[in-house]
């Protein structure tokens, strides 16, 4: 059974930065999609950020520029980078990893930006 924890919420500042960090229990980001999404109260989840097996990433509108996902296929783990935060970004973070094996979630992590 594949695990996906994240880890790196917490507070953060108005145009400061965060890092989430995503750790599966095996080598499941070497294939398929790994994504971002998050919910806010109140709202859908959405996508944030994702990247394919060939390092394509694409980004919602509203974190383009800002946030960067990457990967590290050896330590099976997946980042989101997240940079001049704004309140509007306060949210649950969820990892996800979608391939031939089936459509993985994270339990969330907790991310508020205020000041």
């Known amino acids: 059974q594949v695990q996906l924890v994240e880890s790196g919420g917490g507070l953060g500042q108005p145009g400061g930065s965060l890092r989430l960090s995503c750790a599966a229990s095996?080598?499941?980001?070497?294939?398929?999609?790994a994504g971002w999404y998050r919910q806010a109260p109140g709202k859908q989840r959405e996508l944030v950020a994702a990247i394919t097996s060939t390092s394509t990433t694409n980004y919602s509108d509203s974190v383009k520029g800002r946030f960067t996902i990457s990967r590290d296929i050896a330590k099976n783990t997946v980042y989101l980078q997240m940079n001049s935060l704004k309140p509007e970004d306060t949210a649950v973070y969820y990892c996800?990893?979608?391939?031939?094996?089936?459509?993985?979630w994270g339990q969330g992590t907790q991310v508020t930006v205020s000041s």
């Open positions: 996800n990893a979608r391939n031939y094996m089936g459509n993985y």
């Open positions: 095996g080598n499941i980001f070497r294939f398929g999609t």
